[in-house]
Every structure is written in C-alpha cells, then in structure tokens.
C-alpha cells in the first residue's frame, strides 16, 4: 500500500485546512486508515481514524468538535478537515494504513511521508 498526503500549510488561529491522503496498491489489506501528528521532539500521535468498510470514525480528544475525518471510497481517498486550528495543532501530520486498533500506531504497517501543518497565533 502506498499513500500519498497532501493539504498542509500555514494557517493563522482559527482557520481551517483539509488534508488529504490518497492510497494505493493492495488497499483491501488494510480496513483502517488514520491520521497521525509528530511535532518536533514529541512522540507520534493519534489523530483521527476511520474504517473503510462501515466508516466507523475515532478521534483524539483535544481534536473531537474541531476536526473531522471522512473517506471517498471511489477514490480511495481519505480526508481530515480541520477547523478552529491552534498552534498546538502544529506538525507533520502522516496519514497511516492498518487492520487493528485505530488508536494505536502500532497497528499501521503503511504510512505516507506526512505534511506540515503550521498554525501561527
């Protein structure tokens, strides 16, 4: 599987970005797709999730209400809208492909090469 991210930038407090991950190659293997962030000198975190086949969605709490993440299945890509953003919001944010549990990165055997997200105040 391979997934191709797009959509990050520079964006002032409040504004909003959509992010997008496109995947490609033996998709049926892989049920879960999630959004990640890594800032500088901090672990890898969960963002966002959903399930290809029914579309069950997860987020992590600081982001539920302000962020939402939805799939195109024809196009077999999945998308993070991000609204109301806060400089904590700031990071690469990497796109992952998976069977297991969404929350967890250790369940995403395909990840994408991730894009910047800056959010100024």
């Known amino acids: 599987v391979q997934l191709q991210a797009s959509g990050g930038g520079l964006v002032q407090a409040g504004g909003s970005l959509r992010l997008s991950c496109v995947a490609s190659?033996?998709?049926?293997?892989?049920?879960?797709m999630g959004w990640f962030r890594q800032a500088p000198g901090k672990e890898r975190e969960f963002v966002a999730a959903?399930?290809?086949?029914?579309?069950?969605?997860y987020y992590e709490d600081s982001v539920k209400g302000r962020f939402t993440i939805s799939r195109d299945n024809a196009k077999n890509t999945v998308y993070l809208q991000m609204n109301r953003l806060k400089p904590e919001d700031t990071a690469v944010y990497l796109c992952?492909?998976?069977?297991?549990?969404?929350?967890?990165?250790?369940?995403?055997?395909?990840w994408g090469q991730g894009t910047q997200v800056t959010v100024s105040s």
């Open positions: 190659g033996r998709t049926f293997t892989s049920d879960v």
């Open positions: 992952g492909a998976g069977r297991g549990w969404p929350l967890e990165k250790a369940e995403y055997n395909y």
């Open positions: 959903i399930r290809w086949s029914a579309g069950n969605t």
